[in-house]
């Protein structure tokens, strides 16, 4: 009787570890995905600055935050990104120029002490 409940132990453990495990397989998955999803949309929205449409490459960094939100280093970058985007929108506005100015200059130093 105690082989019986040894293999019942070890089938019913093998279960409980399998299933966690498919779960982080899952999530390590859909993280991966998120990343190059996130990238994709990092270079279309670079795209568009380079080539003078703010609009659309502000577009394409709103929608990386909102569908993205496991794309760490895609977001990382987009951040300086749309400090200049939004520095591109404001001109003609010297207080909202400055603001963004500041702002970008801010978040590249943040952005180096965490690296």
Known sequence: MVTTYEGLFCKHMKRFLTIPLLFVVCACAKESTDEQLGLQKLDEARAAYAQGNFEAARDSILSL????????EARRQAILLMDSVELQLAEGDSLKTEFYRRKLQHDQKELEIKE
């Open 65 to 72: 935050r909102k569908n993205c939100p496991r794309a760490i």
